[in-house]
């Protein structure tokens, strides 16, 4: 099992010590001596101020990360009959026609029209590909589902490699839709 640090709140129950209530160093009621208070479990374990979010932020983000654990499984299963070199619309076509609409460059044109690390990837094997990129983003989701640890890169890498499988897939249009 994973080592999670401690985040619950501290109890209520914890006194506090009054400035004219201290201590001496052998635990009987006295004067204490000057100077600031050493470190240790108490300094640890102060309450947390109104202003503090520990509880909203773990939530959140797993929330999210479950979301995209979710999403990238789903593109993990469906990815080759869908968008894979034998799917309904593959992308590596859609990629390779976008790229003769903007006369045969990858530049921020097409950067921009379909933004997806595929650009920059190989095509040859596009099965393997979208996998690879479906199960990093399912590693990074299941990492902070997990652990509850994220940071602002984590998280941008995983809406890049979300946005890179989303922008491939193109625009669904029902078979069953009548003809004029």
């Known amino acids: 099992m994973l080592a999670v ?7 209520a129950g914890l006194r506090r010590r009054l400035p004219g209530r201290a201590r001496a160093p052998d635990g009987a009621p006295g004067a204490a001596p000057p100077g600031p208070p050493e470190p ?4 640890a374990a102060a ?6 979010f520990w509880l909203t932020r773990i939530v959140l983000l797993r929330s999210i990360a479950f979301l ?19 799917g309904l619309l593959p992308c590596k076509l859609y990629l390779q026609d976008i790229k003769k609409y903007f006369k045969g460059k990858v530049g921020l044109d097409a950067l921009s029209y379909a933004p997806t690390l595929l650009w920059f990837l190989d095509w040859s ?12 983003g399912l590693a990074g989701a299941a990492f902070v589902l997990l652990t509850g640890c994220a940071n ?29």
Do not use: R
């Open 40 to 43: 240790g479990p108490a300094a």
């Open 47 to 52: 309450p947390l101020s109104p202003g503090s």
């Open 125 to 136: 094997a596009m099965d393997s590909t979208l996998d690879c990129l479906a199960l990093a």
């Open 5 to 11: 640090p401690d985040m619950a709140a501290p109890m």
């Open 68 to 86: 995209y654990s979710v999403a990238f499984l789903v593109a993990f299963q469906q990815n080759k009959q869908l968008i894979g070199e034998k």
């Open 152 to 180: 602002m890169v984590l998280m941008f890498l995983l809406w890049l490699l979300y946005l890179s499988l989303v922008n491939v897939g193109q625009i669904w249009v029902g078979f069953d839709a009548p003809s004029h």
